[in-house]
């Protein structure tokens, strides 16, 4: 019932021969960038909160060679449509849609001065799309480490991350905060990343127990963040802070808010409610791991998931079964927590349970969802794995 995590080797092979064989002749450069679980701080990162992701064992692979022509042309494995466009600056919007992560990618180089060679590029992912596990994050991120390597460059990895948030923003006209692409950008093996989106710094924090592990739950209900549910509750949290009056959400506490509650609805009342238990949360969250506070750290994740359920209203039907089923099956069971990961609407719940009871929990879960809506979700394990990087 676990599905596998596909080798590094076996993706960067198929992207070497793929792009052989559309191309005509090898790739010289081969990158990868990974997707991303959230194990807790959702839809705060735009509201200077601290999240704690981790970059996943899923990732895309692109194969690449420099071509003469100062263009771009890239295929995929997903679809036959093909793309090809002038590297020179501006870039546009344009068609097909996945073309504007590499369109917005290459402007964010341009912006800071750097030249950018034409190339060819073939891309292939174990990532699936629309699961709310960043596939587009590690898309951008695999493209601006590409961009690296092709101009000889090394932007760092906080400034890759606002690169690629910046071409999200642009390109993809998703205004998300910085978490996916930082976590695509910054992970590490074994490590979470905490990362505090008011200063934009991170500090990696252990997932060491190789007794438990991470499972993620694809409902294979998609979601379209673009589609304004996002914008919205981002537009939400800045009405909420506007009428407390304070400068960040930093500052803000339950106590502030109450003593504003006439300023605003009950809608932005409950958002703002949100914002502030889940910024507390992730610090709980993060005390409770360093001290192996398990049953602590699970009751955080089940407290943040109601939170997003009711107060900020992202969850769905799908995710709720997962999350409910996986406090069923509980401690005894090997679960120590569950939640809804990403930015809600459908998407993944991650679950932290027993390394060697996974097997078991992922099929309790697949046949409690099957018998619910008819169709099986997807659910694989991963350890925290390494982020976006050159292939050797
Ligand atoms: C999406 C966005 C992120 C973040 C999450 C919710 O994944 O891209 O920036 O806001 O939703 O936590």
Known sequence: MLSLNPSIESITSSAKEAFEKHFGRPATVMVAAPGRVNLIGEHIDYCDGFVLPLAIERTV?????????DTVNAATEFTAETTSFPIASPQEIGTPKWSNYLRGVVQGFHDRKIEVPGFDAFIVSSLPGGAGLSSSAALECAVATLIEVLSGTDLGKK??????????????????????????????????????CRSNEAEMVPFSREDLTILIANTKVSHELSDGGYAARRKNTEDGLAAIGKASWREVS???????????????????????????????????????????????MYESHNSLRDDFEVSCPELDHLVAKAGEIGGNGGVIGARMTGGGFGGSAVIVCEADRAEQIAAGLCESYEKEFGFAPEIFASRPAAGARELR
């Open 159 to 196: 400034e890759k991350a606002i690169l690629a948030q910046k071409a999200e923003h642009d390109f993809a006209g998703v205004p998300c905060g910085i978490m996916d692409q930082y976590a695509s950008s910054c992970g590490q093996e074994g490590e979470l990343v905490l990362i505090d």
């Open 254 to 300: 339950f106590a502030d808010l109450e003593a504003n509650r006439a300023k605003m609805d009950d809608t932005t009342f409950a958002r703002s409610r949100h914002v502030i238990g889940e910024i507390a949360r992730v610090i709980d969250a993060v005390e409770a791991l360093k001290s192996e506070n398990f049953p602590r750290l699970g009751q955080l």
């Open 61 to 69: 692979v692109i194969a690449a060679a420099p071509n003469n022509f």
